[in-house]
Nanobody, 118 residues
């Protein structure tokens, strides 16, 4: 499975941005996909994830009510809609995926920079 992330950029605080992650290869084996972020000097954290089978989602508390993760089956693409962006959302965002039975994410896309200006 290969993952291609896109959509990062510069946005003002309060603005919106949508990240995309296109999966290719053996996409039928995907169990779930997630978005992570890593800010300078901080550890990488899971921001949101979605189960491929039933669309069950999870969000870290700091983005609940502002970010939405979704997927388009026809395009094998997962999106992260970021609304009401805050400067603390500034980070490199990564998408990731894993297969059924995997204990953690096995496949990673390249990072995409998101910068929120105050």
């Amino acid at each position: 499975v290969q993952l291609q992330a896109s959509g990062g950029g510069l946005v003002q605080a309060g603005g919106s941005l949508r990240l995309s992650c296109a999966a290719s290869g053996r996409t039928v084996s995907i169990y779930r996909m997630g978005w992570f972020r890593q800010a300078p000097g901080k550890e990488r954290e899971l921001v949101a994830r979605i189960n491929w089978s039933d669309d069950t989602t999870y969000y870290v508390d700091s983005v609940k009510g502002r970010f939405t993760i979704s997927r388009d089956n026809t395009k094998n693409t997962v999106y992260l809609q970021m609304n009401t962006a805050k400067p603390e959302d500034t980070a490199v965002y990564y998408c990731a995926a894993n297969r059924v039975g995997a204990s953690w994410y096995e496949y990673w896309g390249q990072g995409t920079q998101v910068t929120v200006s105050s």
